[in-house]
C-alpha cells in the first residue's frame, strides 16, 4: 500500500470588492500617494510613508514605514491611472518575496466606483512570510476598503 499523504490545498488568493461613492481618479489618488495609505490601512501595518512618491508608473519604487518600525521598498508591478496598481513589497535593496497587493477600480455609475482590493501570495518564497501571508484574509482587505470609502465619500461629499 502507498504511504498516505496529506494534501494541503491553500487559498492563496483573497481579494475584497465595494462599490464606493466616488469617482475612480479621487479613490485613485488616495491609493497611489503612499504618504496616503496610512489613513486607511485596515491592516494597521503602515505607519507613514515621506511625501513626494505619487505612483505614476510600473517600474516606480516607493517606500513605506511599518507600524514595527521595519522599511520597506515597493515595486510598482502594473499601473493604469485611475484603473489599476500593484506592486510587490519587498526589504530595502533586496529582490520582493513574492507576493502582491492589487487594486483595482472600475466605474460604477455616475459618482461611483467597484473598487476590488487583492493580495497574491502564489509566488511567496520566503518561509518566515508565510503564517503573515495566511492571516491576510478578505475580512483585512474589507477593513481597508471600508476606511477608503470613508475617506473618499467624505472627500466627495465635501466637494459638493
Known amino acids: 500500500m502507498p ?3 496529506e ?3 491553500e487559498i492563496r488568493v483573497v481579494s475584497a470588492s465595494r462599490e464606493i461613492a466616488a469617482d475612480p481618479a479621487d479613490i485613485f489618488e488616495l491609493i497611489a500617494d503612499p504618504a496616503q495609505q496610512p489613513r486607511w490601512d485596515g491592516n494597521d501595518n503602515l505607519a507613514e510613508a515621506p511625501t513626494g512618491q505619487r505612483v505614476r508608473g510600473v517600474g516606480e519604487v516607493f517606500s513605506m514605514t511599518l ?3 521595519a522599511v520597506r521598498d515597493n515595486h510598482v508591478v502594473e499601473f493604469a491611472e485611475s484603473g489599476r496598481i ?3 513589497p519587498s526589504e530595502p535593496g533586496k529582490e520582493p518575496p513574492g ?3 492589487r487594486w483595482e477600480l472600475a466605474p460604477a455609475g455616475e459618482g461611483r466606483t ?3 482590493h487583492t493580495y497574491d501570495w502564489t ?3 520566503d518561509e518566515k512570510r508565510l503564517v503573515r501571508a495566511r492571516a491576510t484574509t478578505a475580512d483585512k482587505l474589507s477593513a481597508s476598503i471600508e476606511r477608503l470609502a470613508e475617506l473618499a ?3 466627495a461629499n465635501s466637494a459638493e
Open 3 to 5: 504511504p498516505v499523504t
Open 7 to 9: 494534501q494541503i490545498d
Open 67 to 69: 507600524t514595527n518600525g
Open 86 to 88: 500593484a506592486w510587490r
Open 99 to 101: 507576493h502582491l497587493w
Open 114 to 116: 467597484l473598487v476590488t
Open 123 to 125: 509566488a511567496l518564497t
Open 153 to 155: 465619500e467624505r472627500q
